[in-house]
């Protein structure tokens, strides 16, 4: 027992004790993953009814044409077969716009963000040099040549396509033609010569959710977007041409030329992916508790240790008795704090969380300090002490950029302190 007594053996043993209560951290931040899985399933749950992630594509031409080859008989004689191939065909400009409209549904405590999008496109076709594109003008079913645009998700849309085809409205059903450039969207036959004009525009709405983009297949493709949204988050290959954000949301503008993208504008069979070339945006909220709450979690051991180093060393100044079970009952109330944390975030928000919980703790650290050590004074050093941490932690937090900067000074100062108390320390007993 003497041996344990000693500062080195004692200190040794509060270090173990804070190492061990890691434990009970690390199940708090499985607990904060599985709150966070929780979250995301009841979003999916919401946004599966109402329409998940909307990207257009097109519209474009499938145009069916026979292509001719030569079979060998078993005889030696030869005859000429057709396989059915398909082309198809990007338009020559296209025009869009979308004004989007998001909406905040619940499920419980959960909030999904969805939207309306009301889309406008118009553009116009060129047929291609069929020579160059390798297809004889004879062997194509001119009758079978569909206009096709992709949808990623059509429960999402309301109401019918209003869709004109030189000046012309055009029905459209369900379903592509193929899946060589998108899986799901709508088409229509179309009669067209050489000599047609293919003019198109079409308007639309359509539910859905975290996202909606577009896949610039026009040989020159303008694409407008507003939104009331504060946060937007631009995605794909393409950067806005130009981007206003304003105090009730923002207006973005983007401009891409078939110089900037890695497909043809026609093309026979599956040889590209155009829905690799993309941009759009994402509606989502940029704060998110359990990210937080998550990277709060990581600087449990930093609590824990600088807490513990305060109770020894009021022992080794002060002449103050801190049994192992006192030592377990502190670090216990220091990992409590993050359950706090997460399940008041859920209810208040993370700012409003933190306080309350930082709040509680200290206090209940305060007071229990006062008791254990029994000194008023050592209590409050205690508390300042968490005061201090938990507000260099939501400091840290806040900052983005500045994070890792503003945390390696925090620590160099920390680190100061120490050593600079630790000099009052006889290590050894007499």
């Known amino acids: 027992m003497k041996l344990i007594q000693k500062p080195m053996f004692k200190m040794l043993a509060v270090a173990l004790l804070a190492l061990l209560l890691l434990i009970p951290a690390e199940l708090i931040q499985n607990l904060i993953r599985e709150r966070e899985y929780t979250q995301e399933n009841a979003i999916n749950e919401m946004t599966s009814v109402w329409g998940g992630e909307q990207m257009l594509v097109g519209p474009y031409l499938t145009v069916p044409f026979d292509d001719p080859y030569t079979v060998t008989n078993s ?25 989007v409209q998001p909406e905040t549904r619940k499920l419980g405590i959960y909030e999904a963000i969805v939207y309306r999008g009301n889309a406008n496109m118009q553009g116009e076709f060129k047929l291609p040099d069929w020579t160059k594109v390798g297809v004889d003008p004879k062997h194509i079913h001119w009758d079978k040549v569909t206009l096709n645009i992709g949808i990623s998700d059509l429960r999402g849309v309301e109401g019918a396509f209003d869709f004109k085809w030189n000046d012309t409205s055009l029905p459209l059903s369900s379903g592509l033609v193929t899946n060589d450039i998108y899986w799901s969207g709508v088409h229509s036959s179309v009669a067209i010569n050489d000599e047609d004009l293919l003019q198109f525009e079409f308007s639309t709405k359509l539910r859905g959710s975290r996202r909606f983009s577009v896949v610039p297949l026009g040989k020159q493709t303008t694409f407008a977007m507003i939104s009331p949204w504060v946060e937007p988050n631009f995605e794909g290959s393409f950067a806005t041409t130009k981007y206003e954000p304003t105090a009730d949301g923002f207006s973005a503008l983007w401009e891409v030329s078939h110089l900037n993208r890695n497909f043809p504008q026609s093309w026979v069979g599956k040889q590209y992916t155009p829905t690799k070339d993309y941009f759009g945006t994402e509606f989502v909220k940029t704060v998110d508790n ?36 006192q030592y377990v009952l502190v670090g216990l109330a220091l990992v ?28 209940m650290e305060f007071f229990y300090a006062r008791s254990v050590l029994s000194s008023t004074k050592l209590a409050t ?17 806040q900052l983005k950029d500045f994070a890792l900067l503003a945390g390696s000074l925090g620590l160099f100062v920390i680190l100061a302190g120490i050593m600079f108390i630790s000099r009052q320390i006889k290590w050894e007993e007499e």
């Open 336 to 363: 409590l704090f993050y359950t706090l944390l997460l399940s008041f975030s859920e209810h208040i928000g993370f700012n409003a969380a933190y306080l309350v919980a930082a709040l509680m703790t200290v206090l």
């Open 381 to 397: 050093y205690v508390a300042a002490t968490l005061t201090l941490l938990y507000s260099f932690i939501f400091i840290l937090i």
């Open 290 to 325: 359990y990210s937080k709450s998550n990277r709060v979690a990581k600087y449990a051991i930093l609590i824990i240790a600088l807490t513990f180093m305060v109770f020894y060393f009021s022992e080794l100044i002060k002449g103050a008795k801190v049994n192992a079970l």
């Open 75 to 99: 005889d030696g004689t030869e005859e000429i077969s057709y396989a059915r191939k398909y082309l198809y065909v990007l338009p020559e400009y296209l025009d869009g716009e979308v004004d």
